[in-house]
């Protein structure tokens, strides 16, 4: 499942300056940069600016005080809803219609993910793979920042077999979250 069109453009309204905020915070952009300069950085930049959201809590609030007035704009609990999310390495299981499954492997916690304009499988070159990427709830989903590291660790279908019992038992059990 994607966002829908309206809730895909209301996510990068929210989202994108958020990472520019970061960009410059960090000196990943220099001061003076514009927006414009953030969609021209590499996806390298734009992957080390989301790092320092979810790396450096103070990034969150000095954008809140800066941009009080823009974020009265726009959706008023988006960046209390990137607080609550997490950067971690998970594993990308699996692709239904409806959603991603991701594995935290650390905790065996399993995930229902919301892409936000093309399926998951369209970004990776296999499943299940591995990679670092940031979820935190958007409208009510849970969804992915669409910003990976990694994907290039495939698993192997004995761990895969394993991933997935869990992924069963999880949901026989009512562990899979689907928001935070």
């Known amino acids: 499942m994607l966002l829908s069109t309206e809730?895909?453009?209301?996510?990068?309204?929210?989202?994108?300056?958020?990472?520019?905020?970061?960009a410059i915070y960090e000196g990943i952009l220099p001061e003076g940069s514009s927006l414009n300069d953030f969609y021209e950085a590499s996806v390298e930049e734009k992957v080390a600016s989301?790092?320092?959201?979810?790396?450096?809590?103070?990034?969150?609030?000095?954008?809140?005080k800066d941009n009080a007035l823009f974020l009265k704009t726009k959706q008023p609990d988006f960046t209390d809803e990137v607080r609550k999310g997490f950067l971690k390495t998970f594993v990308v299981l699996k692709q239904t219609k409806s959603f991603s499954v991701f594995m935290e492997p650390e905790q065996n916690a399993f995930y229902h993910i919301t892409a936000?304009?093309?399926?998951?499988?369209?970004k990776l070159n296999y499943i299940p793979v591995l990679v670092e990427t940031a979820i935190f709830?958007?409208?009510?989903?849970?969804?992915?920042?669409g910003l990976?590291?990694?994907?290039n660790m495939q698993i192997g279908s004995n761990y895969k077999k394993q991933f997935l019992?869990?992924?069963?038992?999880?949901?026989?059990?009512?562990q899979?979250?689907?928001l935070l």
């Open 7 to 22: 809730e895909s453009k209301s996510f990068f309204d929210n989202y994108i300056p958020l990472l520019f905020y970061a």
């Open 148 to 151: 990976f590291k990694g994907g």
């Open 165 to 174: 019992e869990d992924y069963h038992e999880a949901l026989k059990n009512h």
């Open 176 to 178: 899979v979250k689907e």
């Open 137 to 145: 709830n958007f409208h009510n989903k849970l969804v992915y920042d």
């Open 50 to 64: 989301r790092d320092v959201i979810f790396n450096n809590a103070e990034v969150i609030s000095s954008y809140e």
């Open 116 to 122: 936000i304009t093309e399926p998951i499988e369209t």
